[in-house]
């Protein structure tokens, strides 16, 4: 059995959208966690390539290292005017 955690292991599709279960969430996903490891963000996984970023982000979200919500997050309020500094 191979080490899920070793990056270009992400296999088959299967295997990612059993991660993933909404193919187009699961294609967004990894287009965002693309372009962080393109701006210079860690590999989660052993052995990634950093020039290969799309193929490091479905390695990472086939090992389960990415934690993926279809969850609305809060916005953050903005601070009223008497709350800000002078």
Not at 77 to 84: F, I, K, M, N
């Amino acid at each position: 059995m191979q080490d899920k955690s070793v990056a270009g292991s992400f296999g088959n599709i299967d295997k990612l959208v059993s991660e993933i279960p909404n193919k187009y969430l699961l294609v967004n996903t990894a287009r965002v966690r693309a372009q962080q490891v393109v701006n210079g963000a860690e590999p989660l996984v052993d052995g990634a390539n950093p020039e290969k970023a799309v193929s490091t982000a479905f390695a990472e979200i086939a090992a389960g290292r990415l934690e993926v919500s279809t969850e609305p997050q809060p916005m953050p309020q903005p601070e009223s005017e008497d709350q800000l500094p002078e």
